[in-house]
């Protein structure tokens, strides 16, 4: 499913504590499957993609301009219990 | 000798010194019982309660003095107090001291000037930890200047540093960032602008460091022109020189040292080793001192609830071990079911908590006994919040968080 751009939430103007709080929001309200989504700075970026990447979390990162990125989260797939 | 020491300058409810009592109990009880021998008493004091402000008043207070008197009975405690706030206020401390005048002291340490002062005894106790020369305290002030008398503890605190050959830190956080603003011209008080300035100059002509960091949200929210240029770099237009305002990372990254750091009302406690070994090698981060924050305020009638959440979370992903505990009014932001209208931008803090607990490196707890001292309970959806009692809360306190070497952890009361 393709998300509309324009529903995309911005965080850029987020500190990156108050960004972190606000994914962890999103995400435990959106479920296991679901993708999370926003736009956020440059700085920001690293902020999200260190810790999540590290939590479990599969995160995808897309520049659209200098100092301007479209970040995207989704909860890893454990695979198959053994 | 084990030491542990408490900073109180805000008012001491009975509420605050019973939990108190009844930790140290458990400290001496169920960690120490030696010291509980008649023979066995060190002569250095275990436990001091350094107070200054408001938090005298618990000292001629009747409902308060019995719990005082229960706290000195126990060995090796002892009490400071600063002698100029007692005579401001005209508090007597006769009774406490008739029956314990080796323990309750109120005649400070001279300062340079010849004159009394409590801070230079502050920093006997902020600089005893320290292995490095010169070394470093720092001060987290989040109240503002002439509303609140903690921005004159604050700048006494650095005075004192800076007076003792120390390198003195300042964090500035919610609205401690006003400390730093450009053009304070009180005609009654201390012009706090103009003292961090001077503390500046005068660190720097003994060759000390003098750092003084403000929250670049705080700073933002209260109306400080800043500017990013995309490299994090932030500059303000209205504030004092020395004061710099960066992101609250750059602050936390500064609690990653060694150092005493203090605040309103705060404590220091040393750790007891012994505690739960990681079953590696300690890491980097194993050394990082941990943090307690004790969330007592109401959620919501001020920013201090989610300020702690905010920089439990910032510590947190430093690799600091963080706890918050919620305590005395505190533990409103757990009852009931908290709503808030869609698409406001302010946080539902139990949301806050049930998103953040989990995290690396952050624990959430309840302290039980003020949540039936208010005949409430917590939200069962919170399930991430651990309920603890005295036993669980002198466990947090005075035994380090698994893998962690460091040797004294700090607390601080928002």
Redesign the interface.
Known sequence: MTIDPAEIPDFSDL????L??RL??L??KSGTDAVVECLV???QRDTIDV?FSH?GYEVKIRKLD??RYRVSLKKKDPGPKP | MTSHFYLFGGPLSRGRLSWIEESLKFYFVKLNPQNLLHNSKPRDSIFTFLLTGDALYSLQNPETIPVWEIILSMPSVKIICDSRELDLRGISIERLKMKNHEQVIDQNSLALNGQPSFWKDVMKFARQHEQPVPSTVGYLQMESPYMHQSAHAALQFLEAGVEGHASVDLYAYLDGVHLGHLGQNPSESENIGKGLEEVNDKAQKRGLSCQMIAC??CAAARGYSTW?D???VVISTCSIKPFKIR???EMIDMFERNHIILAKDSASIQMKKGGPLASSPPAENGRKPPITLMVTRRPYGTEMAFGA??FA??CA?EGIQTRVIFIEDGVYALMGEHKLDKGTHF?NLQ??V???AG??NLQFFVFRPSLAHRGISKNKKLNAVLDIGIPELGQLLFFPPTGVTANHQRVIFF
């Not at chain 1, 500190?15 to 108050?18: D, V, W």
Request: net charge positive; charged share 30%; glycine share 8%.
């Open positions: 500190t990156c504590t108050n972190m709080i962890k929001i995400l435990k700075r440059r700085d810790p939590s200098a100092n | 670049g949200r990013d995309g490299q994090g992101n609250l990372k959440i905010s979370v910032a992903y946080f949301e806050v049930d998103a953040v995290s690396e």
